[in-house]
């Protein structure tokens, strides 16, 4: 495995927040019911196009167990989660930095990540402290980064909804963005349904945003949105914003294969462009 661009982290993370950084809540949480609807790969592009925006960017693994972050970018393993929760490493020396260009002089869309390790415990063998304990210490890198993308597993699990801050009353205080990834498949859009449910009864339905991946076009995209969008009018009684559409693109697969991110190796490419749209969106909700 390649490991382009992983380096230290801690100089790049001594610099004043970006100001446009202040108006949008520092965490956004990449979720969704149904699996592999493309969350781990939309929470990468999204951190590289968010830092290509000027803001330092940490991207956390919360799929601990099944961890693909590391698999999609090529990655050594190593310093990551399982090593901060098994006591090896603290939070800080776990984080590394990912670079996309090859020619490591070119800075550009570089971002911090806390990386997991697959086959590791899950965190759902940890206690709901252990878990709670993890997720405020994120919480303290908040005021270090202006954005933590976390990219979550899929379904509606405890880890889920406290990573999000979906729990309780912190949810409240910490409120982060909940970017619920779907897709036009009736099974994604009803376990979609059900996280947004799971998600509005303990109070965080104002900061659910939608992303529909894997559109055909734009149209067909909007035409997913408002399916769930009524039914979440409906039923939940909330409106979950649209963040944007991301249209199916071959580049995707491609850039996965090769493990590099989409924004260096097609900076271009449709699947990109959406995700810089995207990354503009999210810095002014
Ligand atoms: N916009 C897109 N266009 C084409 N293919 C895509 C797009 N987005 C994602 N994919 C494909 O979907 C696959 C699954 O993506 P990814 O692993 O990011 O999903 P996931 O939701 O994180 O899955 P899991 O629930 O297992 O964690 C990718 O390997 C990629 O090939
Ligand atoms: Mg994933």
């Not at 803001?55 to 698999?71: Q, W």
């Not at 603290?90 to 390790?117: C, Q, W």
């Not at 995707?252 to 490419?269: C, D, H, M, N, W």
Request: charged share 20%; with cysteine; glycine share 10%.
């Amino acid at each position: 495995m390649g490991q382009t661009g992983q380096t230290t982290a801690k100089a790049a993370r001594q610099r004043p927040p970006a100001d446009h950084a202040q108006k949008a809540p520092k965490r956004i949480a990449i979720a969704s019911g149904k699996g592999g609807v493309g969350k781990t790969w939309f929470a990468i592009t999204l951190a590289g196009a968010l830092a290509e925006r000027g803001d330092s960017v940490l991207l956390v693994d919360g799929d601990l167990g099944l961890a693909n972050v590391d698999v999609q970018l090529g990655l050594a393993g190593g310093r990551d989660i399982a090593a901060v929760i098994s006591g090896q490493l603290s939070m800080d020396d776990a984080i590394t930095r990912y670079v996309p260009h090859a020619n490591k002089e070119d800075a550009t869309g570089g971002f911090d990540i806390l990386a997991g390790r697959s086959g590791s415990a899950t965190f759902a063998s940890l206690s709901k402290l252990e878990l709670k304990g993890f997720s405020l210490g994120l919480h303290a890198l908040e005021n270090v980064y202006d954005r933590l993308i976390v990219d979550l597993g899929a379904g509606v699990d405890q880890t889920v909804m406290t990573l999000s801050g979906a729990t309780d009353a912190d949810a409240q205080e910490m409120s982060p963005l909940v970017v619920v990834v779907l897709t036009d498949e009736p099974t994604s859009l009803t376990d979609a349904y059900a996280l947004i449910k799971m998600m509005a009864m303990r109070g965080s339905g104002p900061n659910i945003r939608i992303v529909v991946n894997m559109a055909d076009d734009m149209a067909s995209g909007k035409a997913t949105y408002h399916s769930i969008q009524k039914a979440c009018q409906n039923f939940l009684k909330i409106d979950p914003l649209l963040a944007g559409i991301v249209r199916r693109d071959p580049n995707v697969k491609e850039s996965i294969r090769r493990q590099k991110s989409l924004l260096a190796g097609f900076p271009t490419t449709a699947a990109a462009k959406d995700v810089a749209k995207i990354a503009a969106n999210l810095s002014k909700s």
